[in-house]
């Protein structure tokens, strides 16, 4: 990632922490679609377009039920790409998506 995007990948992790839920959620998708972006696979890419709207839904309801270890999990994946271990970023993403789909699934099976 260049130094200007990893920059970018900051500021938008930062901007995660506090804020309205509209803004945090502005800073969550960029800080997503940052690193969608910079993997350059383009399947990967079209599918994040292709679930645009769900992404969005899914990150307010995160944020609303208050969702644990969020801001940090941001956090060492932001280390983990400034660092250039991109295997380690690779797992954390992947922890980090699968902790939000149980997480999600555990909390809408309330309703």
Do not use: C, W
């Not at 901007?15 to 309205?20: E, H, L």
């Not at 383009?42 to 307010?60: G, M, Q, W």
């Not at 644990?68 to 060492?76: A, N, S, T």
């Amino acid at each position: 990632m260049s130094k200007e995007n990893l920059s970018l990948l900051k500021q938008a992790m930062k901007d995660s922490k506090n804020g309205t839920i509209e803004e945090i959620v502005s800073a969550n998708k960029k800080f997503h679609n940052l690193i969608i972006l910079e993997s350059n696979n383009p399947v990967i890419i079209e599918e994040a377009k292709k679930t645009d709207a769900i992404f969005d839904l899914f990150s307010r309801t995160l944020l609303k039920s208050k969702r644990p270890l969020l801001y940090e999990e941001h956090e060492e994946i932001y280390r983990a790409i400034a660092s250039r271990d991109s295997d380690l970023a690779e797992e954390l993403i992947r922890k980090h998506l699968e902790f939000d789909l149980k997480y999600m699934l555990r909390y809408t099976s309330y309703f």
